[in-house]
């Protein structure tokens, strides 16, 4: 569904992505894991058109998208799930789920459309406190919102950079859980994460990312009974 092929990124002169390439297959939860500054979130930014790559392809469903404005491959169905979640603090619940809503014709084909009520039955606390600000929530609240807002935009694939980040270990179960259940709706699913126990308990496949590259691929299985990449390149 999604293909990253041959990418390269910088920011100026700082060469960041060096010949990344992976695939996310329909229907996926591929996780991606990596130390801080391996090029996770600049892999999300590459891929959503923030930072678009210099040279390599990035295409989706068949279609090239790298090149494309951040809005028109949002357009086209893939959305994200900000690293630090970027709740606008001056608008209230409603309106951080309401302003970027799109509804299905504009996005095509996916197994579940998303509205408002469909985001207050998965995440009940939003409704309760849907006439409070954005500020007003705790980090884990601020996450729900950042993943409804996502879904509102109705996408068939998702880009999460680190929804555990900064979050107590209960609340992080639950992000494990709501993933676990938009994989049931038939989302794709992108995870970057640092936490190593979250990222293996959802993800099909497993990614590990090191200075801009993919340097091992496998199962959650797999990468648990190996010590020798956990240490290299997870510090776990
Ligand atoms: N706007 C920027 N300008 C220049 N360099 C940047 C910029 N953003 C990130 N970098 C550098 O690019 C590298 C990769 O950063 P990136 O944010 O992709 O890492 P990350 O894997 O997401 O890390 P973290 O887990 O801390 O979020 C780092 O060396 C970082 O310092
Ligand atoms: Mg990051």
Redesign the pocket.
């Known amino acids: 569904m999604l293909k990253v092929d041959q990418v390269h990124t910088y920011?100026?002169n700082?060469h960041?992505?060096q010949g990344l390439s992976f695939e996310v297959p329909t229907g996926k939860c591929v996780a991606l894991l990596?130390?801080?500054?391996?090029?996770?979130?600049?892999?999300?930014?590459s891929i959503a058109g923030l930072?678009p790559p210099r040279r390599g392809n990035i295409t989706y469903m068949g279609k090239l998208i790298s090149g494309l404005a951040p809005n028109k491959i949002a357009r086209a169905g893939i959305g994200l799930v900000p690293?630090g979640r970027r709740i606008f603090p001056s608008l209230t619940i409603r309106e951080n789920l309401i302003v970027p809503a799109r509804d299905r014709k504009q996005t095509g084909t996916g197994d579940k459309s998303w509205r408002l009520e469909d985001i207050y039955d998965l995440f009940p606390i939003l409704k309760e406190r849907e006439n409070n600000m954005g500020t007003q929530l705790s980090g884990g609240q601020q996450q729900m919102l950042a993943i409804g807002r996502a879904l509102m935009t109705n996408p068939q694939f998702i880009l999460m950079?680190?929804p555990s980040?900064g979050l107590a270990p209960v609340i992080i179960e639950q992000v494990g859980d709501i993933i676990r259940k938009l994989k049931q709706t038939g989302l794709s699913i992108l995870l970057?994460e640092?936490n190593f126990y979250l990222a293996c308990g959802v993800a099909d496949t497993v990614l590990v990312?090191s200075k801009?590259q993919i340097v091992w691929q496998g199962t959650p299985e797999e990468l648990l009974i190996n010590e020798e990449i956990q240490h290299q390149y997870l510090g776990v």
Do not use: F
């Open positions: 920011y100026g700082s960041i992505l990596g130390r801080n500054g391996a090029g996770k979130t600049t892999t999300i930014h930072t690293q950079d680190e980040e970057v640092q990312m801009g």
